[in-house]
C-alpha cells in the first residue's frame, strides 16, 4: 500500500510538472493547448498532488514535526479547491 501511494505521488508530480509547462506555453502563446488556456488544469493536478503527498507523509505515531508536513499539504490543497470554487484562474 505504502508503495503504491508512493508511486501515485510522483505520477502526480510528473503532471503537475506537464500541466505547468503546457500552461506556461499557452499563456504565453507558444502554442495552442486546448485545456491549458487558463490556470485551471494546473490548479487541479496540483490539489491532487498536494493531497497525495499529505496521505504520502502522514503518520499518525509521529511526532509533532512529521504531522506538520501533511498538514501543511493539505491546508495548502484546501486553499486552491477555494480559489477553484471562487473562479480565481
Known sequence: MRKTIN???????????????????????????KYFDSYYTLQLCMTLTMIMWAIKMFDIRSNLKNIVYPATCFIIALATIVFMFMKVY
Open 7 to 33: 508511486i501515485l505521488g510522483w505520477i502526480g508530480v510528473f503532471f503537475t510538472i506537464l500541466a505547468l509547462i503546457l500552461t506556461l506555453l499557452t499563456t504565453y502563446q507558444f502554442t495552442y493547448v
